[in-house]
């Protein structure tokens, strides 16, 4: 099993949709998490941290389920600029640094 | 504001010769400085990590090194590149251990 999953995708959404993704993680211990975005050829950016009370951005929600171990990311009302691949990333500290990315998730929105 | 430069950003390189990637951080000091390495269509895997001046952690075994000179300076090396080196590397620097990571824009390395 991997330590970060992530569906693939990709999701093929219409301008205005509401779409979510999912991230799974194995290790119990693993105490911050984050959602990158990445355009293609580009470096990863930062969207937002995951708290466990769940955080929102706009037109982004994060939320984090510690107890069945995975983090969310819904994106409200697409735009086309939302097109990208989301990066699910979960940083460990017990014995060692540890940050793990998720291999992404690839949206495309269509006009 | 902080800024991460790496350079360059895309270079093609034969089997055997070697590489040699920088990156650079202003405007913050002692960060914590990463190299990752993304192969087509695949996750980020990181490379090395430094938490301070000569401190140097490397995750996978390979034909990589890299060092860190100064505070803000953190270099990728090899003595001799392998075809399996092509991929995206990117340098990343994090105020913290376990905190939020800032890119560089990358550097595309071919190696034929």
């Known amino acids: 099993r991997k330590e970060v999953e992530q569906d693939p995708g990709p999701f093929n959404v219409p301008e205005g949709a509401t779409v979510a993704f999912n991230c799974t993680y194995s290790n119990s211990a693993s105490q911050s998490f984050f959602w990158y975005r990445q355009d293609c050829r580009k470096e990863p950016k930062l969207l937002m941290s995951?708290?466990?009370s769940g955080n929102e951005d706009g037109r982004f929600t994060a939320q984090l389920n510690r107890a069945s171990q995975y983090i969310s990311l819904l994106i409200r009302d697409s735009k086309l600029s939302d097109s990208a691949t989301y990066l699910c990333?979960?940083?460990?500290?017990?014995?060692?640094?540890?940050?793990?990315f998720g291999a992404g998730t690839r949206l495309f929105v269509k006009a | 504001s902080q800024t991460i430069h790496q350079w360059p950003a895309t270079l093609v390189q034969p089997v055997g010769s070697p590489l040699s990637l920088e990156c650079t951080v202003e405007?913050?000091?002692?960060?914590?400085l990463y190299w990752y390495r993304q192969a087509a269509g695949r996750g980020l895997q990181l490379l090395f990590y430094s938490v301070g001046i000569g401190q140097i952690s490397s995750e996978v075994p390979q034909n990589l090194s890299a060092s860190r000179p100064q505070d803000r300076q953190f270099i990728l090396s090899s003595k001799k590149l392998l075809l399996s080196d092509s991929g995206f590397y990117l340098c990343?620097?994090?105020?913290?251990?376990?905190?939020?990571?800032?890119f560089g824009e990358g550097s595309r390395l071919t190696v034929l």
């Open positions: 990333v979960v940083n460990t500290n017990t014995g060692g640094f540890k940050t793990i």
């Open positions: 990343a620097w994090s105020p913290q251990v376990t905190g939020e990571l800032f």
């Open positions: 405007g913050t000091s002692n960060p914590n």
């Open positions: 995951v708290y466990s």
